[in-house]
């Protein structure tokens, strides 16, 4: 599967089968992850990957009760060990940072027949307290990824690029 066709193909999945990710591909999906880019190299992206069952139904419970987030065989924890640094256009880096990195993991797991969401509905502070993670570090997204259930393509309910694009000026 090229890049092109992973862009097209890449859903939101919301319903998984119950099959654990081999660990080779969980390793694949995070290493493209770690291949990302960042604003002066920084890489302050964290994972933690979790997978105990009683963990994940904790994590859906903090995700605003999103069950299907804890059906998932593993959830991506996407933090960022940041100092807040602010970059000279006005912008935080981290999110973004953290943000390329999801990125680059969804279109690798799409690639390997996985299925994932993009989760910002969630309880910062419930998270640190289930995994655990330090008060100096911040959670920037979950991640549920596992085997779709549905792997059908679906038709995306995106803007048209003459609304969404301007040529030389706005
Ligand atoms: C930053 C971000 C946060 C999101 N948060 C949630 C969420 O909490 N729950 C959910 O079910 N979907 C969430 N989504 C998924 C979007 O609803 C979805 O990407 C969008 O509707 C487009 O559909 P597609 O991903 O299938 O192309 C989120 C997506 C992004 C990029």
């Not at 604003?39 to 009683?54: G, K, Y």
């Not at 139904?57 to 995700?63: D, Q």
């Not at 998270?127 to 596992?146: D, N, Q, T, W």
């Amino acid at each position: 599967m090229n890049v092109r066709d992973a862009i097209k193909t890449r859903k939101s999945v919301r319903k998984f089968l119950d099959k654990p990710i081999e660990d080779e591909k969980l390793k694949a999906v995070l290493e493209a992850g770690r291949l990302a880019p960042s604003a002066s190299n920084r890489q302050e992206w964290r994972f933690v990957i979790a997978r105990d069952p009683e963990t994940r139904r904790k994590l859906a419970e903090a995700a605003n009760g999103q069950t299907f987030v804890g059906k998932a065989p593993a959830v991506i924890v996407a933090c960022a060990e940041t100092d807040g640094h602010i970059m000279s256009c006005g912008q935080p880096s981290y999110p973004i940072d953290v943000a390329i990195a999801l990125d680059h993991m969804t279109l690798a797991a799409t690639e390997l027949g996985l299925g994932t969401c993009w989760i910002g509905a969630f309880d910062e502070r419930r998270v640190k307290e289930i995994l655990g993670i330090p008060e100096r570090i911040r959670v920037v997204e979950l991640m549920p990824m596992g085997y779709p259930s549905d792997p059908s393509l679906v038709r995306k309910n995106r803007l048209p690029l003459n609304t969404i694009v301007k040529y030389e000026h706005w």
